[in-house]
Antibody, heavy 121, light 106 residues
Framework: QVQLVESGGGLVKPGGSLRLSCAAS????????MTWMRQGPGKGLEWIVY????????SDVESVRGRFTVSRDNAKNSLFLEMNNLRVEDTAVYYC??????????????WGQGTTVTVSS | DIQLTQSPSSLSASVGDRVSLTCRASQSMSTYLNWYQQKPGQAPKLLIY???ILQGGVPSRFSGHGAGTDFTLTITNLQPEDSAVYYCQQTYSILGPFGGGTKVEI
């Protein structure tokens, strides 16, 4: 069935790095835009990055710009989020989610279960 | 950036009730509005996209209406499993913010 499974979360010190992965199955991965969302402890949802099906188009929000990099490997049906110079305020559950095109019409219709990132000294 | 304000922040209702949740945008955004349901410890689930289109597999007791700046998610015949936080999301500007959520208690 259609599924997304995140991994790579953990505890890291401020200034540290982590690489999150999202393994996709059950659909033609390269046909879809993919996104990363996050949700801080007891907080709402934040859409932080997206990447096109080909990987050639991507964008991010200002709060992660220059620190987080999204990428994908369509041959391995995998999405990645490289996070550098992590801050305490990056502490959150990180979700990968699938989006159909046009990106602004369909919403995110498949979500992973989330992986927890804790930034603390 | 478009800001989304959801109201009420929480509500309590009974099984079988009809409830309406509101999402108000700071500027007009046509029908670029989605609704999600999130239960404790779970990922969000897409309920409604493009303001009023029911995502496949979602019960028909959920419905969405609105355009411009004012949007509503209505749940009729409320069920115990509808206890959750409901978020609206605007896609008029990509990567824009979600609403703050409405917690529905049964």
């Amino acid at each position: 069935q259609v599924q997304l499974v995140e991994s790579g979360g953990g505890l890291v010190k401020p200034g540290g790095s982590l690489r999150l992965s999202c393994a996709a199955s059950g659909f033609n991965f390269s046909d879809y835009y993919m996104t990363w969302m996050r949700q801080g402890p007891g907080k709402g949802l934040e859409w932080i990055v997206y990447i096109s099906g080909s990987g050639l188009s991507m964008s991010d929000v200002e709060s992660v710009r220059g620190r987080f990099t999204v990428s994908r490997d369509n041959a391995k049906n995998s999405l990645f989020l490289e996070m550098n110079n992590l801050r305490v305020e990056d502490t959150a559950v990180y979700y990968c989610a699938r989006a159909r095109v046009p990106l602004n019409y369909y919403g995110m219709d498949v979500w992973g279960q989330g992986t927890t990132v804790t930034v603390s000294s | 950036d478009i800001q989304l304000t959801q109201s009420p922040s929480s509500l309590s209702a009974s099984v079988g009730d009809r409830v309406s949740l509101t999402c108000r945008a700071s500027q007009s955004m046509s029908t670029y509005l989605n609704w999600y349901q999130q239960k404790p410890g779970q990922a969000p689930k897409l309920l409604i996209y493009a303001a009023s289109i029911l995502q496949g597999g979602v019960p028909s007791r959920f419905s969405g209406h609105g355009a411009g700046t004012d949007f509503t998610l209505t749940i009729t015949n409320l069920q115990p499993e509808d206890s959750a936080v409901y978020y609206c999301q605007q896609t008029y500007s990509i990567l824009g913010p979600f609403g703050g959520g409405t917690k529905v208690e049964i």
